[in-house]
């Protein structure tokens, strides 16, 4: 389906507006550690005419010891701005996935209080699925422009916010995690975590809320996929995951569906499970 929605665009969208002079488009594309795949040197291979690539590892808080947190507002405004970002820039982003990492790109735009940002609904498999062109070699230069934080802290949880939400009736705990990991089936890709979820959380895998192709389901078919896990798409939701990346899929579909206020965990697992004061739940939800 096409979303009438500022917050994704499709192939043919893209396409149509590739020369427009406020365009900004990011390869926001990371992998999990196991993987072992190199995203910088992917998008050097081949990406989408124009676009820049957004590290979310180096854009990112790296006096943390927790991977790829929120970076601080000089050092986001400063990386962006010297990619040609400016607070009048429309933000497209895009990852090698289909949906993935990108969300987690467009979420942090929001959080630094830029809402001119979307997806590309499918990512790179749909823009060459389209047949559309692609180029090679690292991003052209462009000239810098400013670009003013307005932070949106209520986007954003820490790990004493989340531990006060353990039980409350107000605020929906919804972990993205494949539920082998949820439940404690399966060990988590980072070692020395433990394994399980936090008490009272909704498990709703950041797959179920895409199709087969990789693009988001329709309206519809969300709302039942968060239904189905026992979540209210009304109500407040502070999304989880491993690292803060597919959790920002639940922020994403969430805003489709009008809830564009959703938070996300930063820390997420990879923090609340190596603390051994941390409560923990295994099973299903």
């Known amino acids: ?37 190199d995203a910088a040197a992917e998008f050097e291979q ?13 854009i990112a808080d790296i006096a943390s010891s927790l991977p790829h947190m929120l970076p601080p507002d000089g050092q986001f405004a400063d990386a962006v701005g010297a990619m040609g970002i400016g607070n009048a820039s429309r933000v497209i982003v895009y990852d090698t996935k289909g ?40 991003a052209q230069p462009r000239a810098r422009k400013p670009f003013t934080i307005r932070r949106n802290a209520g986007m954003v949880r820490s790990m004493s916010d989340v531990r006060g939400l353990i039980g409350s009736a107000s605020t929906q705990l919804v972990d ?11 060990p988590e890709p980072r070692p020395g975590l433990t394994q399980g979820h936090m008490p009272g959380a ?17 309206e519809a078919a969300l709302r039942a996929t968060f239904a189905a896990a026992g979540v209210d798409a009304a109500k407040p939701v502070v999304a989880s995951c491993g ?43």
Do not use: C
Request: hydrophobic fraction near 45%.
């Open 1 to 37: 389906m096409t979303w009438n929605s500022p917050f994704v665009v499709t192939p043919a969208w893209l396409v149509a507006h590739l020369d427009d002079p406020d365009l900004a488009m990011l390869d926001g594309s990371w992998h999990l550690p196991p993987e072992n795949r």
């Open 46 to 58: 081949r990406h989408i005419p124009g676009a820049r690539f957004f590290d979310i590892n180096t």
């Open 99 to 138: 949906l993935f990492s990108a969300a987690r790109v467009w979420w942090t735009f929001r959080v630094m209080g830029h809402d001119n940002v979307a997806v590309l609904d499918g990512g790179f498999p749909a823009w060459l699925a389209a047949g559309h062109l692609t180029d090679a070699g690292p």
């Open 176 to 186: 993205a995690r494949p539920a082998p990991r949820f439940s404690g089936a399966q």
């Open 202 to 218: 909704r498990n709703v895998p950041f797959t179920e809320l895409l199709n087969p192709d990789g693009t988001l389901k329709s």
């Open 243 to 285: 690292s803060g990346v597919t959790a920002s899929m639940v922020a994403l579909a969430l805003a489709l569906l009008g809830r564009t206020d959703t938070a996300v965990y930063d820390g997420s697992w990879a923090e609340w499970g190596r603390d051994p004061a941390s409560p923990v739940a295994t099973g299903p939800s």
